[in-house]
Each structure stands twice: as C-alpha cells, then as structure tokens.
C-alpha cells in the first residue's frame, strides 16, 4: 500500500486555500450592497454609511437639493467631504463626523459628478451624481 502522509500537505494546503476563497467570497459579497438606500426619514433622501473604512454606498445619484444623510458605523471618526477638482471647494464637507454619529446635507444644485473623500482617510473615495 502507498504511503499517503506524503500527500498531506498538498492536501491541507489545498483545503487551506479553498476555505480562504469561500471566506472572502461571502465577506466580500455581504458587505456590498447592490442598491442606494433611501429614506423616508428625511424626504427621500440618499442615506450613506461608513462601515468598516468605507462609504456604502459609494457611488449614488440624487436630485438637485435632495438630502444626503451620513451615518458614521465605524468605530473612528470619519468626514465626507467634496473633491477640490470636482467642485468648488467647499460645495460639501460634513467635518468630522464620530463613531455612531448622523450628519445631513443638501446635494449641490447643479448636475454633475462631484467626487468625494474622507480627508481622514484618502483612500476612502466615492462620486455623488446630481441628475435631474
């Protein structure tokens, strides 16, 4: 009979890596949501939240003037705040917003696509589209 402990690692290795795909896989897909929430709360709104170092949803479209409501769910502090190249300085910037802390603003009157940050943390990126 063939000695089939040479044949171990091989095998945990590869249920190592098949256990390492199926984890990041469900990870991945329950922390992006697929839809912009909106809410009645605030007239129907676009309501975004900071989960774990990101803006969800990131990229979402609303009506000239319509409200933006921003929840900050991480557990350090955060802001949204526009992109000087993609609008005026200053066309919105919530400052800083604390861990479980709710903020509100008014989108830009104007149509376009205004790039946004977090300017805590630049990585944190997304696009608020004014249409309509």
Known sequence: ???SSRFRPALTLGATLVA???LLAAC???STPTSTSRSSANGGGVVVKIVNFKFVPADFSVKPGETVTITNDDSVPHTFTALPHSSPFGAFDTGTIN???TVTITAPRKPGTFGYLCTLHPFMTGALTVAG
């Open 1 to 3: 009979m063939p000695d």
């Open 20 to 22: 390492t795909a199926l």
């Open 28 to 30: 991945s897909s329950a």
């Open 99 to 101: 861990p479980g802390q």
